[in-house]
């Protein structure tokens, strides 16, 4: 847990800035920023531009980050055929659709539904098969999005999401993407899907292999064991995001003061951080590279302040391992830096 002065791998330094929003890119429409944020990150792979090529505009997209009331967050498996983030487990999500995406919860409500069959959405809740036949409908943009909400009297629950962080990809990637990540707790909204309601008993399933192969609630600890074991690979953000919530989520059942802690930290700066990864220096003899993030001594921060990770990543720019550096307190020490795309 932290708490104001918290020491936070072996540091204690004074608060630096608040992350602002960037500002969107030349030629391209402005994001509904209002309601919500945007943000991801894709490959890692040092795959550095040809000279003089500017780099790829980002796209906007979401993620949500699921908690169900067993401390387990929602992860599903990207196809290993994937354009991006292949054999990844992530937290499903996915770019803006403008044609049937009027914000960025929504996006991410359409994406977690067609991905992991679990549509977070109020009014009755349809039969399983009703459901699944819609999901993979829509996959297949046979039926839009909205319409199947209005055909079943749902509202999606965009008010129960709420901003937790955002990420810009890495300039040096060929394809970069600018995403919001969203939390939402299941006991905390009317989750159509589920059997029996707020009992949370639906297994999530993927979507039969277009996008994921896999899908399953996993604790943050269990997450992050597998990954030390090489078992599964996540992304940066994911395991940013991920490490964060294993140090308030601890136990198997989600109590008052653990919700309120994670709300705390998606209503605070935190949860409208805006990270652009830069890499500093070349690769190690290992390849591994070091990523700052927004308020690290080289970005800003004051001395001492360390805010970067420290990546291996292998084939198509999946990792295989990351070492978190953050020595400050995020529920009080978050500044804001303006990031640059």
């Not at 945007?38 to 000279?51: D, I, N, R, V």
């Not at 003899?285 to 070091?290: A, F, K, N, P, T």
């Amino acid at each position: 847990m932290f708490s104001p002065g918290t020491l936070y791998r072996g540091f204690k330094l004074p608060p630096f800035s608040l992350l602002r929003r960037p500002k969107p890119e030349p030629g391209r429409p402005p994001i509904d920023t209002a309601r919500f944020p945007f943000t991801s990150m894709s490959t890692l792979k040092s795959s550095s531009s040809a000279p003089n090529k500017a780099p790829a505009a980002p796209r906007p997209s979401a993620s949500l980050v699921v908690i169900n009331s067993r401390n387990e967050v929602l992860f599903v498996q990207r196809n290993p055929t994937a354009r991006s983030f292949a054999g990844a487990y992530v937290f499903p999500g996915g770019n803006l659709d403008a044609a049937q995406d009027s914000s960025l919860a929504v996006t991410a409500i359409r994406e977690t539904f067609e991905e992991a069959g679990i549509l977070l959405a109020s009014g009755p809740t349809p039969a399983d098969d009703v459901l699944d036949q819609a999901r993979h409908a829509i996959h297949s943009m046979k039926t839009p999005f909205q319409t199947f909400l209005d055909e079943h009297s749902l509202v999606p629950d965009v008010e129960a999401l709420l901003p937790f962080t955002q990420w810009i990809t890495p300039v040096f990637a060929p394809r970069r993407f600018q995403t919001q990540f969203f939390v939402a707790f299941l006991g905390s909204i009317s989750a159509s899907g589920f059997t029996s309601g707020a009992k949370e008993d639906r297994i999530p399933k993927p979507d039969g292999g277009q996008e994921v192969i896999a899908a399953r609630f996993m604790h943050p600890d269990t997450v992050l064991e597998e990954f030390r074991d090489t078992k599964i690979s996540i992304m940066p953000p994911q395991y940013y995001i991920i490490q964060t919530l294993a140090d308030i989520l601890r136990g198997d059942t989600t109590t008052a003061e653990q919700r309120k802690r994670v709300e705390e930290l998606a209503r605070g700066p935190f949860g409208n951080m805006v990270i652009n990864p830069l890499r500093l220096g070349p690769p190690d003899v290992e390849g591994r590279i070091v990523l700052t993030y927004e308020g690290d001594q080289t970005r800003g921060g004051p001395q001492g302040r360390l805010h970067r990770a420290t990546i291996l990543s292998g084939k198509g720019g999946v990792t295989s391992a990351i070492t978190l550096e953050r020595n400050f307190d995020i529920f009080t020490e978050v500044d804001v830096v303006r990031p640059k795309l």
